[in-house]
């Protein structure tokens, strides 16, 4: 185990609805990054935060928002759910240049 | 674009051989490229990492192959086990000019057959 938790381990949403996910970072790391995994795929990164601030963003709408707290852990929120936003989200926490360590995801289905 | 390509996309190996994986990436900022072990409903575990700054890295089954000038890394997985099946990701950053952003593979699909 990573010491990387995330909330809710799954979530059914209706399309047009909002979520808003839940990361709480490995113990002495600052950065959290979000990456979107569909099925089958790869993760896509979706953005950063470092510090409270928002470090690099991968190609996904502004819909797709997040926040860090002072105690590092993070929320992403996405707005305006589609259907193919049905996917499982992942955590990784991390400090500033080195290893990435997961989360378990957040299987979100979109109906 | 997929900045880092994967292939195969499945792989079935018998009890006691070698799995071979491989990537390739363009990027010549990527400086980091770890390799990752998924397993169902499951988020991704870190396997083994290199810098190119050596041409292969071992950890007891695990050894990834690295050459730079053809930007090419490979996983190799010796004396394979029924408990390695699992989907297997390799990913590429660069620390400096990425923005720390990770890229990833499309994923491998393993099976090991006792």
């Known amino acids: 185990e990573t010491g990387v938790t995330q909330s809710p381990t799954h979530l059914i949403k209706t399309r047009g609805q909002q979520v808003t996910l839940r990361c709480s970072s490995q113990?002495?790391?600052?950065?959290v990054s979000w990456y979107q995994q569909a099925l089958g795929q790869g993760p896509q990164f979706i953005f950063q935060?470092?510090?409270?601030?928002?470090?690099g963003r991968g190609n996904f709408p502004p819909r797709f928002s997040g926040l860090q707290f002072p105690n590092y852990s993070s929320e992403l929120n996405v707005n305006a759910l589609e259907l193919d936003d049905s996917a499982l989200y992942l955590c990784?926490?991390?400090?500033?240049?080195?290893?990435?360590?997961f989360g378990p995801g957040t299987r979100l289905t979109v109906t | 674009q997929q900045q880092v390509k994967q292939s195969p996309q499945s792989l079935i190996v018998q009890k006691g051989g070698i799995s071979i994986i491989n990537c390739a990436y363009e990027?010549?900022?990527?400086?980091?490229f770890p390799w990752y072990q998924q397993f169902p409903g499951k988020g991704p575990a870190l396997l083994i990492a290199?810098?190119?700054?050596?041409s292969e890295k071992k950890e007891g089954r695990f050894t990834i192959s690295f050459n730079k000038s053809a930007k090419q890394f490979s996983l190799h997985i010796m004396d394979s086990q029924p408990g390695d099946s699992a989907t297997y990701f390799c990913?590429?950053?660069?620390?400096?000019?990425?923005?720390?952003?990770?890229?990833f593979g499309t994923g491998t699909s393993l099976t090991v057959i006792p």
């Open positions: 990784a926490s991390s400090r500033p240049g080195s290893e990435q360590y």
């Open positions: 990913a590429a950053t660069g620390h400096q000019n990425t923005g720390n952003q990770f890229y």
């Open positions: 290199i810098r190119p700054d050596v």
């Open positions: 113990s002495g790391h600052n950065t």
């Open positions: 935060y470092y510090r409270e601030e928002e470090n």
């Open positions: 990027n010549t900022a990527f400086d980091y």
